[in-house]
T-cell receptor
Framework: RKEVEQDPGPFNVPEGATVAFNCTYSNSASQSFFWYRQDCRKEPKLLMSVYSSGNEDGRFTAQLNRASQYISLLIRDSKLSDSATYLCVVNREAGTALIFGKGTTLSVSS | GAGVSQSPSNKVTEKGKDVELRCDPISGHTALYWYRQRLGQGLEFLIYFQGNSAPDKSGLPSDRFSAERTGESVSTLTIQRTQQEDSAVYLC???????????????FGPGTRLTVL
């Protein structure tokens, strides 16, 4: 089983749609969880950290379920500029490298 | 403040040549990471530095790959006798304090695109 698994998509949605991405991780000892965004031929950029209590940043909501080892990202009112690859990222333990999922590609059309 | 910078941004080399890739982390960040991303693929971890030491080199694909960090700042990734399969974007990231959950977020540089002919 891969350490971090994501549905690769692509997800093709119209502007204004709500879209949800899911991610599972295999190591129950993982401590830090993130969603990164990567635009074509660009470096990954932090979108948001994911906390146990769930967190929201504008149109973006992230949830963590430690019992199920599951992370989600919800994007409401999708914009054209949201088109990118969304990477689910887990840090096995403090002081180690990030483990990246392969990413989920989102394409928002007008 | 300045982010993570990498140089060169693009490097084209011939098979068999050695290349050096440079990373300047965010000032004050104690940890530095190298990753590789082949075209259309996910990110692969290569090596991690805490200060000038490398506690985790597990991702280096062969002994042709080496890296060093000096002054708890700049890092150089060296690939000897390059092969065509080394062609990829090499990304560097740094984090403030990887030993605390609240400060272990990694910030990436723009990458070096390496093409081996």
């Amino acid at each position: 089983r891969k350490e971090v698994e994501q549905d690769p998509g692509p997800f093709n949605v119209p502007e204004g749609a709500t879209v949800a991405f899911n991610c599972t991780y295999s190591n129950s000892a993982s401590q830090s969880f993130f969603w990164y965004r990567q635009d074509c031929r660009k470096e990954p950029k932090l979108l948001m950290s994911v906390y146990s209590s769930g967190n929201e940043d504008g149109r973006f909501t992230a949830q963590l379920n430690r019992a199920s080892q599951y992370i989600s990202l919800l994007i409401r009112d999708s914009k054209l500029s949201d088109s990118a690859t969304y990477l689910c990222v887990v840090n096995r333990e403090a002081g180690t490298a990030l483990i990246f999922g392969k990413g989920t590609t989102l394409s928002v059309s007008s | 403040g300045a982010g993570v910078s990498q140089s060169p941004s693009n490097k084209v080399t011939e098979k068999g040549k050695d290349v050096e890739l440079r990373c300047d982390p965010i000032s004050g960040h104690t940890a530095l990471y190298w990753y590789r991303q082949r075209l259309g693929q996910g990110l692969e971890f290569l090596i991690y530095f805490q200060g000038n030491s490398a506690p985790d080199k597990s991702g280096l694909p062969s002994d042709r790959f080496s890296a060093e960090r000096t002054g708890e700042s700049v890092s150089t990734l060296t690939i000897q006798r390059t092969q065509q399969e080394d062609s990829a974007v090499y990304l560097c990231a740094s984090s403030l304090n990887p030993l605390a959950v609240s400060t272990d977020t990694q910030y990436f540089g723009p990458g070096t695109r390496l093409t081996v002919l």
